[in-house]
């Protein structure tokens, strides 16, 4: 009998603060990939960051704490998340200036909630 795949969380984050050009995503990358997390990271226009984590939910939980305190020269001001119904995903991806429309950023941050 095959087993089922373990339960996967996915959450949506929104880091604020001096998030950007201190190397918020790609070291948010390495966390996922410490953790087994897929998922993304993107700068958003105004000045923020944005994630996916999806993985299993100790995992997410320990990359989303790292979030709240991200690498050195980073100041997180506010992290906000949403918890997302979705299925753990195939990689961790970095995106600048040119995410596919589908995937820009949500709006203000104060769409997601604590």
Do not use: K
């Not at 201190?22 to 990358?29: E, Q, Y």
């Amino acid at each position: 009998m095959i087993e089922p795949p373990p339960p996967a969380a996915c959450i949506l984050c929104r880091i604020v603060g001096r998030v950007q050009g201190v190397f918020f995503r790609a070291s948010a990358r390495e966390q996922a990939q410490r953790h087994g997390v897929t998922g993304y990271a993107r700068n958003c226009p105004d000045g923020s960051v944005e994630t996916l984590l999806c993985g299993a939910p100790a995992a997410v939980a320990q990359a989303r704490a790292w979030l709240q305190i991200g690498p050195p020269g980073a100041r997180v001001a506010a992290h906000l998340t949403r918890v997302l119904r979705l299925g753990p995903g195939d990689a961790f991806r970095l995106f600048s200036g040119h995410a596919p429309s589908s995937l820009r950023c949500s709006g203000r941050a104060s769409r997601l909630t604590r």
